[in-house]
């Protein structure tokens, strides 16, 4: 598939001339235009889990920068400014984020929090205090809430978990044994792909729980590795599978159950929380067990396995080139929040997050820079995309992750590479 790639300024303004002429006038004249617009990011920027959350905020840096340049160039005086709060991923810490925007009368969010729980944790207050985020990383099916100022523009967990329950089907698996955080993530995803899967005939075992900031990684795995053996015993290793919902502790569990007789006979799946992730590859016996499962982890994807749209592909490499972290589709999407935005405010001149919800969805509908479409549902999340599987291979001297396969989600099939 060819990509052509359009300036951004000419998508920035046309996409608001275009929504211009179709947006019905009924709201009273504008507002003047402001010179500062200020947003701000929730994100996790410190401890183990600041990957995603730095590389999402070199996304967010260089989305300001652009719109500010789209603003300049147009002549306007307006500019952009983002405000970053590290979380830590802990929802306290993300509550109190929130609570500090807006006693600086910062009330539009854009990219983070970077997990459901999170996003969870501020849902009520953000309603409640006039706030609006757009958010490109929680998932959970329980926040899809129709009318609520979250937005999402990355679709919920039924569409991952469709993924996963189609390629498990593709590879033959008759019984599954799934591993899951106890969080809002991972408990609605579990009960995604139990749904998804068991509608196929197939089974799924009760499986093993873990609470946020566990580490006996060792008594989860073992717990599993009965349920794993149960199941090889009725349908036989190559039709059993792990699912471990979890982030970027996936190499902790993978050290515990390489060291439990025959977990690495079965295959595992994982989920986008854990997928590319360097934690993985950076343990030689994580990544050594990794491989030998041919452990396959979704995540939401912009193209396919073989074809990244330019735009995306040129992001990625400036903020590669900013942070030296490969960002996924989810980090990439922060950029198209501010640009979403940065329309936004200039369809209404205002910074009202009320205004700015009531023209949202329809700005969405129309933007598709990265090289996909934004259009949201009726709870205000991404209607849908493909997801990209990745796996670990050994590659150049060493283990990396390559992508394998595409869930192509218009049509519900799995294509790999070479077809």
């Given at each position: 598939m060819i990509y052509r790639t359009i300036p951004p300024l000419a998508i920035f303004l046309g996409g608001c001339l275009l929504l211009l002429t179709s947006c019905k006038k009924a709201d009273p004249e504008p507002e003047p235009v402001s010179n500062q617009v200020n947003l701000g990011a929730v994100l996790a920027l410190s401890g183990i889990y600041s990957e995603e959350g730095l590389a999402s905020k070199a996304s967010l840096e260089l989305a300001i920068q652009d719109l500010n340049q789209h603003y300049t160039q147009a002549g306007s005086p307006t500019r952009f400014t983002c405000s970053y709060l590290d979380s830590e991923m802990d929802t306290t810490l993300a509550r109190q984020a929130v609570e500090s925007f807006c006693s600086q009368g910062i009330r539009l969010l854009a990219g983070g929090p970077n997990t459901s729980a999170e996003l969870g944790a501020i849902r009520n207050y953000v309603d409640s205090h006039g706030m609006l985020d757009l958010n490109c990383f929680s998932t959970a099916p329980s926040l899809a809430i129709p009318g609520d100022n979250i937005f999402r523009l990355i679709p919920d967990d039924n569409v991952q978990g469709q993924a996963l329950a189609r390629m498990m089907q593709y590879d033959t698996i008759e019984a599954l044994v799934p591993v899951w955080l106890n969080d809002t993530y991972g408990t609605g995803l579990a009960q995604t792909v139990r749904e998804k899967f068991t509608l196929t005939g197939k089974v799924v075992m009760p499986g093993v729980e873990y609470d946020p900031g566990s580490v006996d990684f060792n008594s989860v795995m073992t717990a599993a590795a009965l349920q794993v053996n149960e199941a090889v015993a009725l349908y036989g290793h190559s039709h059993v599978a792990v699912l471990l919902i979890?982030?970027?502790?996936?190499?902790?569990?993978?050290?515990?159950?390489?060291?439990?007789?025959?977990?690495?006979?079965?295959?595992?799946?994982?989920?986008?929380?854990?997928?590319?992730?360097?934690?993985?590859?950076?343990?030689?016996?994580?990544?050594?067990?990794?491989?030998?499962?041919?452990?396959?982890?979704?995540?939401?994807?912009?193209?396919?396995?073989?074809?990244?749209?330019?735009?995306?592909?040129?992001?990625?490499?400036?903020?590669?080139?900013?942070?030296?972290?490969?960002?996924?589709?989810?980090?990439?999407?922060?950029?198209?929040?501010?640009?979403?935005?940065?329309?936004?405010?200039?369809?209404?001149?205002?910074?009202?997050?009320?205004?700015?919800?009531?023209?949202?969805?329809?700005?969405?509908?129309?933007?598709?820079?990265?090289?996909?479409?934004?259009?949201?549902?009726?709870?205000?999340?991404?209607?849908?995309?493909?997801?990209?599987?990745?796996?670990?291979?050994?590659?150049?001297?060493?283990?990396?992750?390559?992508?394998?396969?595409?869930?192509?989600?218009?049509?519900d099939y799995i294509l790999f590479p070479g077809y």
């Open positions: 979890s982030f970027q502790d996936a190499a902790d569990f993978f050290v515990a159950a390489a060291a439990i007789t025959d977990m690495n006979l079965v295959k595992w799946y994982g989920c986008d929380a854990n997928s590319q992730k360097t934690q993985v590859i950076n343990n030689t016996i994580a990544a050594s067990f990794a491989e030998k499962v041919r452990f396959l982890a979704p995540v939401m994807a912009i193209g396919t396995a073989t074809a990244t749209p330019e735009p995306a592909r040129n992001l990625s490499d400036r903020i590669f080139a900013k942070t030296g972290l490969h960002p996924d589709d989810m980090a990439l999407s922060a950029y198209d929040a501010v640009m979403i935005l940065g329309q936004c405010y200039n369809l209404t001149r205002s910074a009202d997050p009320a205004r700015i919800k009531a023209i949202l969805p329809e700005v969405c509908s129309a933007y598709n820079y990265l090289g996909i479409n934004r259009s949201l549902n009726e709870a205000g999340d991404l209607l849908g995309s493909n997801f990209i599987f990745w796996t670990v291979r050994s590659l150049a001297g060493g283990r990396s992750w390559d992508s394998y396969a595409t869930w192509i989600s218009e049509g």
